[in-house]
């Protein structure tokens, strides 16, 4: 069974920065991809970046220039370095993870969110 844990969220004004953390524990898995969404309020859930097991990523073209994804396998976590950020950057941000398990097969998972509030 896997368990999620975010954390990193709060208060920030326009231009200041929050880094996110992501982070998977449990047995009988390993982690394929994990991704960072945003759910601004009254919008639907959207990929902001992610990083696959390898090391590759990819970002929303909102996300490009201002956050950076990472990972520390040893840890099994991700981070979100979000930096200038701006007040449509408000909302829920929630990691999902791809996970692969022998009894499972394929399979993703949630976190429950942080909240990032971004003043004007």
């Known amino acids: 069974q896997v368990q999620l844990v975010e954390s990193g969220g709060g208060l920030v004004q326009a231009g200041e920065s929050l880094k996110l953390s992501c982070t998977a524990s449990?047995?009988?898995?390993?982690?394929?991809?994990t991704g960072w969404y945003h759910e601004a309020p009254g919008k639907r859930r959207e990929l902001v970046a992610a990083?696959?097991?390898?090391?590759?990523?990819n970002y929303a073209d909102s996300a490009k220039d201002r956050f950076t994804i990472s990972g520390d396998n040893a840890k099994n976590t991700v981070y979100l370095q979000m930096n200038n950020l701006k007040p449509e950057d408000t909302g829920g941000y929630y990691c999902?993870?791809?996970?692969?398990?022998?009894?499972?097969?394929?399979?993703?998972?949630w976190g429950q969110g942080t909240q990032v509030i971004v003043s004007s």
């Open positions: 449990g047995s009988g898995f390993t982690i394929g991809a």
């Open positions: 990083i696959a097991s390898n090391g590759d990523t």
């Open positions: 999902n993870v791809i996970l692969d398990s022998p009894v499972m097969g394929r399979y993703d998972y």
